[in-house]
Every structure is written in structure tokens, then in C-alpha cells.
């Protein structure tokens, strides 16, 4: 067999290669390196993008649309493999009567003359395809211009190469998408994690890991929906427009309707018209629904999330722990891999039962304060750096919770009976109304839920919406009357919860940060228009001595 082909070094990379190491005897500053390397990853960049502009054109020449026509009714690599691992074949033995038609992109390609083999990539996995000339002999002047990252359709039959790499023997051919830019290069990647997170187009074909986490992302959230359903609950949409934002401590985004020349807020939360059905009689409802809060970005903030929130008539935050302990339990075992699971360097026991401990006890026993005793809150502050002059006793409590406390949460705990000022939505406990009958549940020191019995007498809460904590930089403290008049119809009992989907995503999957789980994140803007990843190559991986 002919040598593999030379995929391609060129002459740019070379000089400044060669420009760099004359450096060593006078060292650059690491600016001026880091600057010949972009410059040179751009020229080679813009080399493989000329070269393939000519390829795309060579194959117009040969009357080849190079963006193909539908292809359907084709069976996932997975399946094949199964398929051909059930015929149990030796090595170098093929099954023409088991036939395929598959499609995927190129991910590894090597040319040995006259025959061909290519690692094809779909969402399912990979699989090896073997092109002769004899076999495809008037689809060859094709095959010779294609390059890593092409999309291309094949029918063939399943057999095994002499090394037992299952593979199809392609006996027809057919381009799909005549990809312009090559692929990140295996062994580098995509280094750049914010260009991953730009072009996540690509970091889901380049990065098998990527992928599967948001395949297991959509697995969860049906399981959720299943789970609900099959509980009475139903599924409804609330308005993402609203004349009033609530229900939950944020900033919201503004914007502005020209016909009715009105201000609106994007929804920070859909709980108080979720809690109006309630009044109308939809007993048990939940939406999985998009939030937006004009704050801060940060590994477990983004401004733009997913929100499952419910609520249950005649229920109470009891049931709401039982719910999401069910919910999450029966998620893992829907998807699998145990309920010990990784998360970063941290191993995270879901493991029912979860424990369900008190505010006032986490508070006694992490910070050492007791919940009421606001001189020993204080001091506790004092010891841990929080500025409190300007806060309520109230948010010097939660103040010192979160930096004590939380970061001790590393298996799923619930914890319950918060301060009643931080809560204006919930119903107080009947023997102690200094505290509300709320919980949140944590894990690795993240919020993951958040739960109330809640309030549904009607000049209570219009007495808590009008009053802000000093110090509170957000408030639900925004009166909305129509709410107020919903509850002068009678909102039953209930019990009502909110579980962050981004944040359950990254513990099921051990993504650490809420931008590894949602497909387009929020991104500054670059200042520059380099689109290209460094580490992008024509070079097959197979090439490499």
C-alpha cells in the first residue's frame, strides 16, 4: 500500500516556528510569544480555509453539489455496531447480506492508494468506513477531496478489517456537507474554554464528553416531566412578559412594548401566577420554565436559567422534600452510574433517605452561633470578614449562614425553618413565628432547591411585600395587587417548590461549572474576530509517527 497521505504543514507555521527558536538565544517577553503563536495559528488557519475553498470548488467542477440532499432513513453507529457484534465475525470476514445506510462527519481519514478508511462520528458513537476504488470507482474523484469534518452518507455491507476493527464496506457514496474549517485537532482540542462555549457547535462534534452531558441533560428533564405526570401533576406556561416582577430576590431585565408603550420585566420567577392557578382550581401544576436576573455570571450563576417550579394544593413543605428527594432519586437510576457520584475531587452520596435538619441546628453547629443570639451572630461576622453595619439582624444571620454553613453541605441535605423576615412568600410556623416554614436543599455547598408552605392569607402578605430588609440589594418587596385580589378569591394550602435544572444537571453529570450545561451561555464579547480555536488541524491524528 501507498504511504499515508501528507495532510499538511505549511510554510507559515514553519517560519514563525523557526523564528521563535532563533528567539532562545534572546528570549521574548511571553506577549510577543503568545502574539507570533496567534499569528501564526491564523495564517495556517487561513490556509487550511483556502485549501478547502479549492477542494469545494474542484468538486463543482466534477458535478458533485458539495451540500447534498436528503439522506433519511438511516441507522445510528451504535446500532450498527450492536448489529455487527451479534454476528461474532473473525477478523478479515465480512456479512454482504447485512446491509447499513448510515451518515456522519469525518473525524479521522486515511488514504492508502486505492482504498480508504475513515472514522465516521453521529450522535451515537463512532464507526470505521472502508472506501475501495473498485467498490465506488465513479464517487472517487470525490473522495479524493475530502477532509476532516465532511458529512458524508454511505451504504455498504458489515465485516471486520485483519486487525477485527468492525467496519462498512461502502459500496455507495454520497457527500452531504462540504465542511470549510477543520476540526479541533484530537491530542490539543479545544484549549480555549470560552471559544468552546462561543462555538459550542463545534464542541459538541469535536467532544464526545460535551455531548453526552447534554444528551443526559435531556434524559433528566423527561424524566422530570414523566415523574410529575404521572404524579397529577400538569404542565402548563406562564407569561416570560410581565407588568410586575416577583417572586423571587433579583434585578430583572426591562424592556419595552411600543404598542401599548408600556415598561415590562422579563420573569425573574413564574411563582405568583403559577400560585393564581391554584385559585382556579388547577390543584397540582409545575412548569420547567426560563428565568432571567440582571446579575452576576459565575459557576453557578448564569443570567439566562431553567427553573422547574411546582406547586401542590393542600400539600406543605414536607411534601415538597418528599417530591424532590423522589424526583432526583428516581432521576439517577433513569440515567444510571450509581448515587455515589463525582464532582470534581468531591464524591456526592445521593443515597436516600437525605437528611432534614434545622436552620437554628447547621447555624449551632457550623458557625458555633445560636439562630436568636444576634451579639454572637454579630461577633461570628466580625470573625469571618462580613461587613454588617448597614445589613438587618436577619441578613446577618443569612449573611454568616452562607459563608459558614453552606460550604459544609456536600451530601444532599435539606434544610429547614428559615428566619421569617428572609421569607415574605411563606406561612410562618404556628409555634415560633420568628420562623418560616421553608426549606432549601444543598449539595457540595450549592442551592439546588428551594420550598415553602406557603402564604395564602391575603393581608399578610400584602403587609410582607411592602416591607425591604436594610441591606437586602434585592427584594421581593414588590407590591403586585392583582396577586393580592387572587388570594382574596381563596388559594388553598400547598406547598410549593423550585429546583434550579442547570444546577441538578451539573451534580447528575459532574460538570462543575452551569456553563458546561447550558448549550449557549451568556458570553462578553470578543474584541477580536478570530474565530479560530488554536489546536484546529488538517493533520489526521492517524498520522502522527
Known sequence: ??????????????????ALGARALKPASPALQARARTVAD???????????????????????????ER????????????????????????????????????????????????????????????????????DWPAIKQLDLGDLIAVEGYLGKTKTGEITIWADAFRLLCKSLRPPPEKYHGLVDVEWRYRHRYVDLFANPDVRDAFVTRSVIVDHVRSYLSERGFLEVETPMLQPIYGGAEARPF????????????????????????????????????????????????????????????????????????GMVVSAIERIGGGFVRSFGEIQIDFTPPWPRRTYAECLAEYAGVAMSDIAAVRAKADELGIKYSHLADAVVVQEV??????????????????????????????????????????????????????LNDPAVQAETLRTQLEGQTETMAVMDE?????????????????????????????????????????????????????????ENPADRP
Open 1 to 18: 500500500m501507498m504511504a499515508e497521505r501528507d495532510c499538511g504543514y505549511h510554510a507559515d507555521r514553519d517560519r514563525w516556528r523557526h
Open 42 to 68: 491564523q495564517s495556517e488557519q487561513q490556509q487550511h480555509y483556502q485549501d478547502r475553498l479549492k477542494k469545494l470548488a474542484k468538486l463543482r467542477e466534477l458535478g458533485v453539489d458539495p451540500y447534498g
Open 71 to 138: 439522506f433519511a432513513e438511516t441507522e445510528a453507529f451504535a446500532d450498527v455496531r450492536r448489529r455487527a457484534e451479534a454476528l461474532d465475525l473473525e477478523a478479515g470476514q465480512s456479512a454482504e447480506d447485512e446491509r447499513t445506510r448510515a451518515a456522519g462527519r469525518i473525524m479521522l481519514l486515511r488514504m492508502f492508494g486505492s482504498l480508504v478508511f475513515l472514522t465516521v462520528r453521529d450522535r451515537s458513537g463512532d464507526i470505521q468506513v472502508g472506501l475501495s476504488k473498485k467498490a465506488v470507482r465513479d
Open 254 to 325: 426591562t424592556t419595552h412594548h411600543n404598542t401599548l408603550d408600556i415598561d415590562l420585566f422579563l420573569r425573574i420567577s413564574p411563582e405568583l401566577y403559577l400560585k393564581r392557578l391554584l385559585v382556579r382550581g388547577l390543584e397540582r401544576v409545575f412548569e420547567i420554565n426560563r428565568n432571567f436576573r440582571n446579575e452576576g455570571i459565575s459557576t453557578r450563576h448564569n443570567p439566562e436559567f431553567t427553573m422547574l417550579e411546582i406547586y401542590q394544593a393542600y400539600g406543605d413543605y414536607n411534601d415538597m422534600m418528599d417530591l424532590t428527594e
Open 401 to 454: 449562614f452562607e459563608a459558614a454553613v453552606e460550604p459544609k453541605l456536600v451530601n444532599p441535605t435539606f434544610v429547614k425553618d428559615y428566619p421569617a423576615p428572609l421569607c415574605p412568600l411563606t406561612r410562618r410556623c404556628p409555634d415560633d413565628p420568628s420562623k418560616a416554614l421553608r426549606f432549601e436543599v444543598f449539595a457540595v455547598g450549592m442551592e439546588l432547591g428551594n420550598a415553602y408552605t406557603e
Open 482 to 538: 392583582d396577586f393580592i385580589l387572587s388570594l382574596q378569591y381563596g388559594m388553598p394550602p400547598a406547598g410549593g417548590l423550585g429546583i434550579g435544572i442547570d444546577r441538578l444537571v451539573m451534580l447528575l453529570t459532574g460538570c462543575p461549572s452551569i456553563r458546561d450545561v447550558i448549550l449557549f451561555p451568556l458570553q462578553r464579547p470578543r474584541a477580536t474576530a478570530d474565530d479560530t480555536p488554536r489546536g484546529s488541524t488538517d
